[in-house]
């Protein structure tokens, strides 16, 4: 099991950005992709971005396509998510998860070891 805490959520106006972090100590973070996915309350959980091991490999939800950027840095042992022109609909709880598969995935059920989330907020 691999220990994942986020960071970086908050109140945000719509528009405005936000930058999550997901970090990791375990060394063996580099053999890892890892996804980004959101809960909104009463919503199922959905996927929103993934990157592979080296970073050169990504996918997105269509929805944020543009506008939210994945990104990893293996020398600290994290993974970003850099999120522009925030809308309403893209407040939720975030979390990041380590993909068990070998390229980016949208399936949920490919993905092990969640972080425990953190709350994004966007004011209207």
């Known amino acids: 099991q691999v220990q994942l805490v986020e960071s970086g959520g908050g109140l945000v106006q719509a528009g405005g950005s936000l930058r999550l972090s997901c970090a990791t100590s375990k060394r063996t973070f580099v053999t890892y992709g890892m996804g980004w996915f959101r809960q909104a309350p009463g919503k199922e959980r959905e996927f929103v971005a993934a990157?592979?091991?080296?970073?050169?490999?990504?996918d997105y939800a269509d929805s944020v396509k543009g506008r939210f950027t994945i990104s990893r840095d293996n020398a600290k042992n994290t993974v970003y998510l850099q999120m522009n022109s925030l809308k309403p609909d893209d407040a939720g709880v975030y979390y990041c998860a380590v993909n068990r598969k070998l390229r980016p995935s949208p399936q949920i059920t490919d993905y092990g070891s969640w972080g425990q989330g953190t709350q994004v907020t966007v004011s209207s």
């Open positions: 990157i592979n091991w080296s970073g050169d490999s990504t």
